[in-house]
T-cell receptor
């Protein structure tokens, strides 16, 4: 079946630095990928839709200058959290659409 | 904006009990999906329901899609500790194929 690889699985960074998270579709091409954020004991909140070769579409309330998304190829989308702060600490999950929706294993970001 | 209301949000039961989780919306969805998520991992698809009134069974789990395709339910029979986890319903939005999630149900099954 379809596999989505997400890296890193966890990262700790200092406040003010930037962190890049990668999402790769391993055995299929994904023109559309989705980025979610999840707080403990809560559901997934869609942050943005990543479209290959074009600008991402951000959900209301999500700062596009803070959460930079690049979808430069049919198998790779990246999310960069710029100038991270402790309130950005969360679990970030990507998803790619093939016949269905396949999710990565998530990235636990801790900003100290 | 299409929303999915999932209830209950938290459920703690004893092993062997039955339970039902509900997912409701005022909007029609072409399909609804149910996922289960373990801590620190991505959600894993359990089932997709497509046809109004459809019932699907997965071992002790029974999924139903409402006739009007606005609601769905997940029923677990004789719950076991291994069923513990976060259960999520999700539907494909009408714009851009976005997958919209309900609030989730945190299930704890105690031995």
């Amino acid at each position: 079946g379809a596999v989505v690889s997400q890296h890193p699985s966890w990262v700790i960074c200092k406040s003010g630095t930037s962190v890049k998270i990668e999402c790769r579709s391993l055995d299929f091409q994904a023109t559309t990928m989705f980025w979610y954020r999840q707080f403990p004991k809560q559901s997934l909140m869609l942050m943005a839709t990543s479209n290959e070769g074009s600008k991402a579409t951000y959900e209301q309330g999500v700062e596009k200058d803070k959460f930079l998304i690049n979808h430069a190829s049919l198998t790779l989308s990246t999310l960069t959290v710029t100038s991270a702060h402790p309130e950005d600490s969360s679990f970030y999950i990507c998803s790619a659409r093939d016949w269905g929706y396949t999710f990565g294993s998530g990235t636990r970001l801790t900003v100290v | 904006t299409q929303l999915l209301e999932q209830s209950p949000q938290f459920l703690s039961i004893q092993e062997g009990e039955n339970l039902t989780v509900y997912c409701n919306s005022s909007s029609v969805f072409s399909s609804l999906q149910w996922y289960r998520q373990e801590p620190g991992e991505g959600p894993v698809l359990l089932v997709t329901v497509v046809t109004g009134g459809e019932v699907k069974k997965l071992k002790r789990l029974t999924f139903q899609f409402g006739d009007a395709r606005k609601d769905s339910s997940l029923h677990i029979t004789a719950a076991q500790p291994g069923d513990t986890g976060l259960y999520l319903c999700a539907g494909v939005g009408s714009q851009g194929g976005k997958l919209i999630f309900g609030q989730g149900t945190e299930l704890s099954v105690k031995p």
